[in-house]
């Protein structure tokens, strides 16, 4: 697991937008960075129902128009993609995952995660010089 950890723990637009630019952008930099999700940041992909925190929801069009004018897609899963072709490494919290429900289809790792068990994700935390929570 790599020195700077990002916590995506929020199921919002411009949360995903946030973490995975961040975790994208540092990578390309030579950062060892990866992003974790977990609470409502996975749910929301589980579930592919993504919204705007409700201070930015005003904002979404204006947010989804110039994003694309830069390059970048507001749609998570297209996020996901752009972290991944980069070499980010994208984890899905195993332990929020069963809280979570525990069954299919909710008990499948979302597109382009891997599984880490929570065990795994304490000791890397505890190891970790930098953890962001975006």
């Avoid at 020195?3 to 973490?19: D, F, P, R």
């Avoid at 950062?31 to 579930?47: C, T």
């Avoid at 904002?59 to 507001?74: L, T």
């Amino acid at each position: 697991m790599p020195e700077t950890i990002i916590l995506c723990k929020e199921g919002t637009i411009n949360s995903y937008l946030s973490a995975l630019i961040v975790a994208t952008n540092r990578k390309k930099a030579g950062e060892d960075i990866a992003a974790v999700f977990l609470q409502e940041g996975l749910a929301a992909l589980i579930d592919k129902k993504y919204r705007y925190a409700p201070g930015l929801e005003g904002y979404a069009e204006d947010i989804k128009k110039n994003a694309a004018e830069m390059g970048i897609s507001a749609d998570p899963y297209e996020l996901i993609k752009m972290a991944n072709s980069a070499g980010v490494p994208l984890f899905a919290c195993y332990a929020w995952m069963k809280l979570l429900g525990g069954k299919p289809p909710r008990f499948e790792i979302p597109e382009g995660l891997q599984k880490l068990e929570l065990s795994e994700l304490l000791e890397e935390l505890g190891k970790a010089k930098k953890v962001i929570t975006l």
